[in-house]
């Protein structure tokens, strides 16, 4: 049998990591993995049980306790048993899930859940240190990024399609802040592997971005 191939896909929010992600995994029949969902899962959980967010031990031990089930066809997200999928993009959820991914404790423990995925499956995994600490030797790495203006953009739109009205502004503020957090945390922060394919999607729609990765893919497991 041949190993699992682990593709890595990094970035910031909204590069268009999932979108893309989920397409590339539908085409090669391998199993997509949200790893955001995991932190957003338990940020949901400290926050429905008044869990501080400054608690680290009390946050590690949610992380570790967490039930999390990504379902494969549908995309659906399970905490303990329920259906969690629209709670963790509620508002106020992005900003506590970001907060909540710079205590090492937590990232220990999801990132441990986010290896058994790739025991048994090929994957797509998108996140953010994906590439650099949890599949450091991953055949496929990618850095999907874009400015922040088109970034903010989409997800101000993404919110919109989702009923939720929300001010452009606010909305680019809050992915900047979100981004500084996660670019600067001392505990494996969001930055390009060495061994990444830097990809701007800047300029590109959906389709050439999901080209531009499928190429990398078939580069680096051909051989
Ligand atoms: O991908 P997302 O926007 O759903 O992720 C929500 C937050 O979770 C993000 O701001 C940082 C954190 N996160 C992380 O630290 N590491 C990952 N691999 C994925 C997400």
Known sequence: MTAPVVVAIDGPAGAGKSTVAKRVAGRLGYLYVDSGAMYRAVALW???NGTGLEDWHRLEQLALAADIQLEERTDRVYLNGEDVTEAIRAEGISSAASRISTVPGVRRALVEKQKQFALSHSVVMEGRDIGTVVFPNARVKIFLDAAPGIRADRRH?????KGIENDPSETEREIRVRDNRDRTR??????QAPDAEYVDATS???EEVEEAVLRIIRTRTSH
């Open 46 to 48: 400290a926050l429905r």
């Open 157 to 161: 739109r993404q919110l919109l399609d």
């Open 186 to 191: 001392a505990e494996a922060p969001l930055l």
């Open 204 to 206: 590109m729609d959906l």
